[in-house]
């Protein structure tokens, strides 16, 4: 599975911007997929995820601004930032996953490349 991440940028605070990751084959071929971000000397951190079924799950710090969504006829996975903080200030990493069953369920990652966001006046 590739990903190619897009859509990032410089945005002034309480703006939006809207993330794109298109996967190389279709997105039920996985079990979910997921943002990820990383702030300058932080630990990489999970910000939204949607599972194949369309459950959704965030982190606390963006619940009721981050929305994340999938199209699966343009096998793109979407994350609308709204309101947006400068400690939304990260490397923004695309992420998607699937168990894999011939291995006791194991859990396999794969990961597009990072698009900035930057969150400034």
């Known amino acids: 599975v590739q990903l190619q991440a897009s859509g990032g940028g410089l945005v002034q605070p309480g703006g939006s911007l809207r993330l794109s990751c298109k996967t190389s084959?279709?997105?039920?071929?996985?079990?979910?997929m997921g943002w990820y971000r990383q702030a300058p000397g932080k630990q990489r951190e999970s910000v939204a995820v949607?599972?194949?079924?369309?459950?959704?799950n965030y982190a606390d710090s963006v619940k009721g601004r981050f929305t994340i969504s999938g199209d699966s006829a343009k096998n793109t996975v979407y994350l609308q930032m709204n309101s947006l903080k400068p400690e939304d200030t990260a490397v923004y990493y695309c992420?998607?996953?699937?168990?894999?069953?011939?291995?006791?369920?194991?859990?396999?990652?794969?990961w597009g490349q990072g698009t900035q966001v930057t969150v400034s006046s």
């Open positions: 949607i599972a194949s079924g369309g459950t959704t």
């Open positions: 992420n998607a996953f699937r168990y894999v069953a011939s291995e006791g369920l194991r859990r396999q990652d794969y």
């Open positions: 084959g279709s997105i039920f071929s996985v079990n979910g």
